[in-house]
């Protein structure tokens, strides 16, 4: 790392640690770079517009729930197929937990 004039860091220095690839896509909300990186974690590129939908759309702990859940799994076939079905299930359990509490 290069240190600038006053002790500061050079940002290009700062940035070229992250190590991000720009594909040339044109990702301007936060929720298309978490879909990006669920994608990308999921290794589903190919999938990654429906993780972008997801992520604008389903709550965002469900979603991290499912992700460490698939983490956590080193045997899986497929890393994208167990998220789905995680996420299926975490969204089946917060629906009978509202049903429970209605009655």
Same mark, same amino acid.
């Given at each position: 790392?290069?240190? %600038?004039? &006053?002790?500061?860091?050079?940002?290009?220095?700062?940035?070229? $640690? @992250?190590?991000?690839?720009?594909? &040339? &896509?044109?990702?301007? !909300?936060? @929720? !298309?770079? *978490?879909?990006?990186? #669920? %994608?990308?974690?999921? =290794? =589903?590129?190919?999938?990654?517009?429906? *993780?972008?939908?997801?992520?604008?759309?389903? =709550? $965002?702990?469900?979603? !991290?729930?499912? #992700?460490?859940?698939?983490?956590?799994?080193?045997?899986?076939?497929? /890393?994208? $197929?167990?998220?789905?079905? /995680?996420?299926?299930? #975490? /969204?089946?359990? /917060?629906? !009978?937990?509202? =049903? %429970?509490?209605?009655?």
């Amino acid at each position: 790392m290069t240190v %600038a004039k &006053g002790g500061f860091t050079n940002i290009s220095s700062v940035l070229a $640690r @992250f190590g991000l690839k720009d594909k &040339g &896509g044109y990702i301007t !909300q936060e @929720f !298309q770079d *978490y879909g990006y990186r #669920l %994608a990308v974690a999921l =290794d =589903d590129l190919e999938h990654k517009s429906l *993780y972008i939908k997801m992520a604008k759309t389903t =709550d $965002r702990k469900l979603l !991290q729930e499912a #992700l460490s859940f698939v983490a956590d799994a080193h045997h899986a076939k497929s /890393k994208a $197929r167990l998220f789905m079905w /995680k996420v299926k299930e #975490l /969204k089946k359990g /917060k629906v !009978q937990s509202k =049903d %429970a509490t209605k009655t």
